[in-house]
């Protein structure tokens, strides 16, 4: 069955450092999305992306943040420069065009910024 | 400001019972809900979703209930079976599913043998 992954797994860095967080989509999709769970916290939608640019922001995703789809497989996360309270589990999501769309999950970066 | 409430942190049901996972939102113009199973350190699973315009959905154990002038829906999974117990997110969107999803705290569903 197709799924979604990211890479790494685990992610420690320093704060003030630029970090990217990876993901393949499933490949069929075209609607890809980020969320992050602080830990104890709810998933928080950060962003999504359609047809090459940004569809829909949260206010978290500031100018701090940046999504790319470098390639035809890739999707990406940017932290430019990291602070202590972007330390969460960051998700990526995907989902087919069909009219619903479920969002197929991967199973998440852990980032630690100390 | 929690536009999708799960108000019961735990549940704890019997195996072969049945166990009924309920969750409530705030915003009208929400058209779209699911329900994510999540285990520790894994991503959320998909597991239902309906459209606001239907009030009920099944797929096999699971059935998700819409109430939408209560803003009310429900998870019942019959019967329950230990590979349940995880966390159960519901969550919530408009335009079908296309934007990001409003999700709740979640609830931790506890199957006891």
């Known amino acids: 069955e197709p799924e979604v992954t990211q890479t790494p797994s685990h992610q420690v860095t320093q704060m003030g450092q630029e970090v990217i967080l990876r993901c393949v989509p499933i490949?069929?999709?075209?609607?890809f999305y980020w969320y992050r769970q602080i830990l104890g916290q709810k998933v928080e939608f950060l962003v999504s992306?359609?047809?090459?640019?940004?569809?829909?922001k949260s206010e978290i995703f500031d100018d701090q943040f940046s999504v790319e789809r470098p390639d035809g497989s890739n999707f990406t996360l940017k932290i430019r420069s990291t602070k202590l309270e972007d330390s969460a589990m960051y998700f990526c999501?995907?989902?087919?065009?069909?009219?619903?769309?479920?969002?197929?999950f991967g199973p998440g970066t852990r980032l630690t910024v100390t | 400001d929690q536009q999708v409430k799960q108000n019961s942190p735990s549940l704890s049901v019997q195996e072969g019972r049945i166990s009924i996972l309920n969750c409530d939102y705030t915003?009208?113009?929400?058209?779209?809900f699911l329900w994510y199973k999540k285990y520790p350190a894994e991503g959320p699973t998909f597991l239902i979703s309906?459209?606001?315009?239907?009030d009920k959905n099944e797929d096999g154990r699971f059935t998700v209930f819409l109430n939408k002038s209560a803003k009310h829906l429900s998870l019942h999974i019959v019967p329950s079976q230990p590979g349940d117990s995880a966390v159960y997110f519901c969550?919530?969107?408009?335009?079908?599913?296309?934007?990001?999803?409003?999700f709740g705290k979640g609830t931790h569903l506890i199957i006891q043998p």
């Open positions: 490949s069929n999709h075209l609607y």
């Open positions: 969550a919530a969107s408009l335009r079908g599913g296309a934007d990001g999803l409003t």
């Open positions: 915003n009208s113009m929400f058209d779209y």
């Open positions: 992306f359609y047809n090459n640019e940004i569809s829909e």
């Open positions: 999501a995907s989902s087919e065009w069909t009219g619903d769309y479920e969002q197929y």
């Open positions: 309906i459209s606001s315009i239907k």
